[in-house]
């Protein structure tokens, strides 16, 4: 088919569909549009009620980063506080060992209670 011979089909299609439009009634064309009224209605009701789902699950979920938000920020303090807790420990363990290890020290040549008592 010839580009002038589709270009004519196309427009003796176009025609036709015009004529029979026309020979419509009009209750028929009132209908039809009724018809597709309600049924963009019912696509956009749709939509909006999947829009509003949506931003309420946008809205838990942003309530929930909050409240995770604030679980992590107290969790943060409460390891702060174990951190300087722990190094405090640490601090009296080392000073503790310190202490023994000289007391040791000035002790190891000093004759036992059980030495003595031998003697």
């Known amino acids: 088919m010839s580009f002038y011979s589709q270009n004519n089909f196309d427009l003796n299609t176009a025609l036709e569909e015009q004529i029979l439009l026309a020979l419509r009634s ?5 209908n039809d549009s ?9 696509s956009v009701t749709n939509l909006g009620q999947w829009l509003l789902a ?5 809205e838990a979920l942003r309530s929930q980063v909050i ?3 604030r679980r992590l920020n107290d969790a943060d303090k409460k390891l702060r506080r174990l951190e300087k807790s722990n190094k405090k420990l640490e601090e009296l363990v080392s000073a503790l060992q310190v202490h023994e290890e000289n007391t040791y020290e000035e002790h190891k040549d000093s004759p036992t209670d059980a030495q003595i008592l031998r003697h």
């Not at 009009?26 to 009132?30: C, F, L, P």
């Not at 949506?54 to 946008?58: I, M, P």
């Open 34 to 42: 009724l018809v597709a009224s309600m049924q963009y209605a019912a």
């Open 67 to 69: 409240i995770l938000r």
């Open 54 to 58: 949506r931003s309420q699950e946008v």
């Open 26 to 30: 009009d209750s028929g064309v009132v």
